[in-house]
């Protein structure tokens, strides 16, 4: 089992990422399954964006 702060990192590492650079390693993805994750990673980016603009957070 790893540690939270290697957990607290993988999120802040996230935060780093905007929706242009998740698209771009979509584009670069070789499977299938990594564009499913840089999809899932997206839409995670536009939801915070959406939340942020609607005053929600």
Do not use: P
């Not at 993988?10 to 499977?31: G, I, N, P, R, V």
């Not at 999809?39 to 609607?54: F, G």
């Amino acid at each position: 089992m790893r540690n939270i702060n290697e957990q607290n990192n993988l999120y802040d590492q996230f935060l780093k990422y905007s929706y242009a650079d998740l698209k771009e390693l979509f584009k670069k993805a070789e499977t299938k399954e990594e564009q499913e994750f840089y999809i899932a990673l997206s839409d995670l980016v536009l939801q915070r964006e959406q939340e942020r603009v609607l005053g929600k957070k």
